[in-house]
């Protein structure tokens, strides 16, 4: 059991009134407080921001609150302290000009509940575009209908983009509409000669409403609605919901449930890996890298559609556990066929290390700086290339990770080639955590779902997941009911797009395509 007063003062928070609500603790504070709490928390002792969402409670006899989640890592705690905002002055202190992590956090509350960042120093909206949405609306407020037709403003205000001045300093604009399959984002460079001097992205066009779905599905259909946010995490993102789920109706789910999940999630973890490696080297030039990585991935997909029926891993994931079990000659021939798998892999790269043209064009491009990294909060695979152990999975481990042993991998110089690094390390760990996750699973018995019981009512509670791009946070809040009345969703991307023009700047505009594809970052996941 949590001792709040505790943990409370040895973080250095002289706070009397707290609610425990099982790893949580929330707290409010007043917004004159809200700068020291923060800086208390993130600066003096380390401590990651999680996520930053606002929810709109004045149906509840509440005001506005914007809530703060913080982790305690190897010790699976959050710390959530929480502003009120009232209707009659709807702004809150802005965070950003002392630290830059907080920045989309507040635009977004700004966007979506009208609650204005006073002292940010660009107070704008995202993903609503004013040249299709009018200005005064606000769809996280309780009283926007979920299917309020939306008028576009008659007189549109087209975007403005930041001039590099300068003789010889020409723009290229590219997109929002992209060839072949990707998902649409525009992307306004600066360039001298072949130089990208600066990159300003305009993303949102991917935009769904998903937070203000959560609010009108009923609960069966919105696992559903989490495995459909980014379809290359389909997984993830159900089991990030369905763990926050299972924490408000305090259900503890079957073991064998837990291996199952595990072994699933890395085998989403693999497929993508091996996509993205793939698409890296195929961006060199590399033909036979690309050829390769893609049919490894192929055999991962073919693997999760005969465990689950999809090739997604949709439709398996419930609160309180499964849909379907996994036999045991299943597991036994997942186990015969990984070994072969990573035999296959590990001769592919032997063969693609000895291109020097690859390495070439790797090493050195697309270098992000690590105190950049740090200040944005940049999370998964770019922040562990800059040499950040970070990673749920070990930090805040959930299902059964305790219990497995592997090492996170990381390297120093945060470049293309390090993060090409960090994935190809990352799946020997991933096949380490299968096998001894398929052990496990076939030694426990029982079922692998539960039902589970009510939610609690007036509750929070949080899912962390290590998606493959990165952690995902789910905060779900309930009303006097235990009915959910909002789910806050953040997807790594959110936090990754930020750091990405930093990426690129001094870098060839022909090397774009391979920096991007070296994070790989979701459109409709940062858009939701």
Known sequence: MIDPKNLLQRFGLGITESKVEDNRILFEIN????????????????????TVTGSDERAMGRNFRIYYVFGIPKENVFLIPFISVSAENPSFPSLTPEDQE????????????????????????????????????????????????????????WPTFKKYEGEGVYEIPVG???????EPGHFRFSVLGEEILRLEPRLGYVHKGTEKLFEALPSERQVALAERISGDSSFHHALAYCQAIESLASTEIPKRSLYLRMIMAELERLANHYNDLAFIML??????????????RERVLQWHERLTG?????????????????????????R???????????????????????????????????SIGEDHGIVGIGARAIGLERDAR???????????????????????????????????????????????????????????????????????????????VYFVLTDASGLIMRVKVRDPSFLNWQVFPYLVTSDMVPDFPLINKSLNLSYTGNDL
Not at 283 to 296: H, P
Not at 408 to 417: H, I, Q, S
């Open 336 to 370: 015969i066929d990984l070994i072969d798998l990573e035999n296959d892999f590990i001769e592919v790269m032997e063969a693609v290390s000895e291109s020097l043209s690859l390495l070439n064009r790797l090493q050195n491009t697309g270098r992000l700086e690590r």
């Open 394 to 472: 070990i930090d805040f481990p959930y299902a059964a990770y305790d219990s497995v042993h592997f090492s996170v991998p990381t390297e120093a110089d945060g470049d293309v080639y390090a993060r090409y690094k960090v994935r190809e390390r990352e799946i020997h760990q991933s096949f380490k955590i299968i096998h001894q996750s398929i052990d496990r699973a076939i030694s426990s018995n029982g079922p692998v779902s539960i039902p589970i019981g009510n939610l609690a009512p007036n509750a929070h509670a949080v899912g962390l997941v290590e998606g493959w791009r990165g952690d995902i």
């Open 310 to 334: 999809s090739r997604f891993l949709r439709g398996v994931l419930a609160p309180g556990g499964l849909l379907k079990d996994v036999p045991k000659h299943e597991l036994d021939a997942l």
């Open 176 to 182: 929002p509409v992209h060839a072949g399959i990707i």
């Open 31 to 50: 917004a004159s407080e809200l700068s020291s709490v923060v800086r208390t928390l993130k600066k003096n002792h380390a401590l990651p921001l999680k």
């Open 102 to 157: 907080f920045s989309m956090y507040e635009r977004e509350i700004l966007t979506f509940f009208g609650l204005m960042p006073i002292g940010h120093p660009a107070p704008e909206r995202i993903t609503l575009h004013s040249e299709n949405f009018p200005k005064d609306i606000h769809p996280l407020r309780k009283e926007f209908r979920w299917n309020t037709p939306i008028v576009e403003p008659k007189e549109k205000e």
């Open 283 to 296: 961006d060199t030039g590399l033909a036979f890298g690309g050829s390769q990585g893609t049919r490894l």
